[in-house]
């Protein structure tokens, strides 16, 4: 029985992983990560090894974040140059700012079942872009604006257009906040900036639940 068991696991992980393969070589999206449009605008997307942020200029002419950031709690970060936007699960989040990384089954539940998620939002004075986990982007104007709308739709957003504060982060430079959707094994962190860069009409592949094969695109 056990042998059993154990049997129809690895071969669910190993389904998985091959989806997750196949979900990487078949892509979708036709432009590449540079453009030569005049109205270009510079965006990274940021790896840990795990998870995948997108950094995005803090105000530009066609979003200025700060305006969703009330001023009583995040003034002080008003005059930083970028801000960082990822998209996660709750109890992930939350306990990996305590425990450094998670329980077993905090992981374990965020994997096999649907669970609340949150946005994580850091600021950042500068950028360094000789980084190996740091990937820029030069998007046109109208790329940058279906980015934007696909981060606010991400949020929770109160009556007065602020995005609804949770907690601190890591650090005294990142929070959460709360967000829609379920994180779940077929819709992962990855998977949000994978949504984000097809929307953007990028060149990527069409599932890719792992930064690995996020990553392999961006490259």
Known sequence: MIWSATLVLLLAIALYLLAALLGTWITTGKLSTQTTSQDSVNIYVVSNGMHTDFVLPIRHTTKDWRSHLAQSRFEGYYQHQWISFGWGDQAFFLNSTKEGFPALSTTLKAVLWPTKSLMHVSFYRSINTQADNVYRLSVSLEQYQALVKF????????????????????????????????????????NWTNRGLKLMNIRTGIWTPLEQGLIHHLK
């Not at 609804?164 to 990142?174: F, I, K, L, R």
């Not at 959460?176 to 819709?187: D, G, I, N, Q, V």
């Open 151 to 190: 981060i606010l739709s991400s949020f929770i957003i109160k009556q007065d257009q602020t995005f609804h504060y949770v907690a601190q982060g890591y650090g005294t430079y990142d929070f959460f906040f709360e967000a829609h959707r379920s994180y779940h094994l077929f819709f992962t962190c990855n």
